[in-house]
């Protein structure tokens, strides 16, 4: 463990590394010096360091990254209280923090860029982002690139888990409790999530159909249950109890049933990629194992999606 000085710097660095305008530098790596032939003011020709060389995880980060002195990092960032923009248009969230704390131990930035959530896997094996962080359940479908937002595939850091989630209207004016409840009903779900493929497989225990309303973006699904365009959301757990908890003062929804098979999310690297998925794996454990981790998901109220160890493709 290292000393409580420490935790708590670092976990004001997880908290308040957050900058406006979409992008997201986090961590602890200042700029890189291209003149590597004469970085040395005396004219001995040696090259400075990269910022962050003094990290204690720098070392197990591939050279590109290590040069780059940041990790370029695929969101959905409208997906509260996991990633999302705050009233300042800061992003902000689970996510960003938890990637501050690992660019601490790393010596690099992460930088969160928004995209649509179906396409982020492939957006990543095309070379837009190195890896993926938003709230992506860990699948073997997504591990092989056998479903339709994971082409190409990709090995997952496991760092938080967590199910689905029924999101009706407060008061809960139609009683639904399970799935079941859904049939004949119009269900609200974000494209390309473990949680559209909850409705597609409930809709054929159903006689009486499910019309289904599948949005690009969960803050649309959101919406549509606000106006009365869909009896209900399934959603991440830790989303609905957020929108529950936070929405119109806490007046307009509420969580019914339980939570629906809770699964691993992961931090999605390229398949092939092992040196900087093992590195992550590496920072993940750090920040579990010396508190910062779970200083982070204490301030979120999200102790119960904790994991105790760094897996890899722990899902499917």
Known sequence: MTPSSTRRSRRLAAAGAIVA???????ACGDQTDDAGDGDSSGTGASEEPAGADAPLFDLLPADIQRAGEIN??????????????ED?????????????????????????NGTFA???????????????SAMTDTRER?????????????????????????????????IETLDDLCGRTVAAQQGTANADLVAAQQEECDDPIE?????????????????RAAAVVTDYPVALYNAREAGGGDLFEVAGDQIDAAPYGIAVPTGETELRDALQAALQEIIDNGTYADILAEWDAEAGAVEEATINAGG
Do not use: C, K
């Not at 990092?73 to 705050?86: C, H, L, Q, T």
């Not at 896997?121 to 993926?132: A, E, P, Q, S, Y």
């Not at 949005?215 to 106006?227: C, G, K, M, N, P």
């Open 73 to 86: 990092v695929g969101s959905d960032i409208a997906y509260p209280p996991i990633e999302y923009r705050d």
């Open 212 to 228: 289904p309303l599948i949005s690009e973006v969960d803050t649309d699904s959101i919406t549509a249950l606000q106006t009365g």
């Open 21 to 27: 305008a979409g992008t997201l530098l986090l961590g």
């Open 119 to 133: 396409g982020l896997i492939l957006g990543m094996n095309n070379g837009r982002h190195d890896i993926v962080m």
């Open 143 to 175: 591990q092989q690139g056998a479903s339709e937002d994971a082409e190409g595939g990709a090995d997952f850091v496991n760092y938080f888990r967590a199910g689905s989630a029924l999101l009706v209207p407060a008061g809960n004016p139609e009683g």
């Open 89 to 113: 248009d800061r992003i902000t969230g689970i996510d960003p923090a938890i990637g501050a704390a690992l660019g601490e131990v790393l010596g690099v930035e992460f930088t969160f860029e």
